[in-house]
């Protein structure tokens, strides 16, 4: 009866057509032809030098790569392959795997030289000054012109600033009287 049930709980992958058999090399990738069509698989490069690359990219050292190695679609960059007038999927030439399961399959991003930082230093100091001397610039305006948008404007400004300073000289005028009565109470 145990054995019945071992055979209910497995699942059963439906072979795809057209599919191959062969699996990525890549430490962590579970890609097989068998099942999915749709990714292709890489040989590794005859270029000494090239294939170290991959190797190295690839995190497989002492990995002895065979005939039947393969790395497959998905550590590529859409750019990287191409399809041949045959459908065959390629690579294009020099091309190096560069996604992986340790990046996110993400390619990093380079981090600007001394060179890029100093222009963009330079390009921010410059605006910086601009902006200085166009805050110093709307500092200098005084007075009515501020508000110089219309005559209503200097109107309402005015009869404010008139107010003010009539409702200040008013007050010193009533303190200045009450100290006089003080004076004259305390003189006699």
Known sequence: ???????????????AEGGNTHHCCVPLCTAGGR???MLSFHCFPKDPELRAQWLMEIRRHGFTVTTSSRVCSRHFETGDIFVSSSGK???????VPSLFHWNNFSKKTERPGVLEHRVKYETISGELDELRLQLGSYQ?????????????????YTSTFFELALNDSASQISNSDHLKADEKHWIT
Do not use: Y
Not at 2 to 15: F, G, M, P
Not at 89 to 95: D, E, I, S, T
Not at 140 to 156: N, Y
């Open 1 to 15: 009866m145990s054995k019945i049930r071992k055979r209910e709980d497995r699942v059963k992958l439906q072979r």
């Open 35 to 37: 099942f999915n069509k």
């Open 89 to 95: 999927r390629c690579l294009q030439p020099k091309v």
């Open 140 to 156: 200098s305006i005084q007075g009515l012109q501020r508000f110089a948008t219309s005559p209503d404007d200097i109107r309402d």
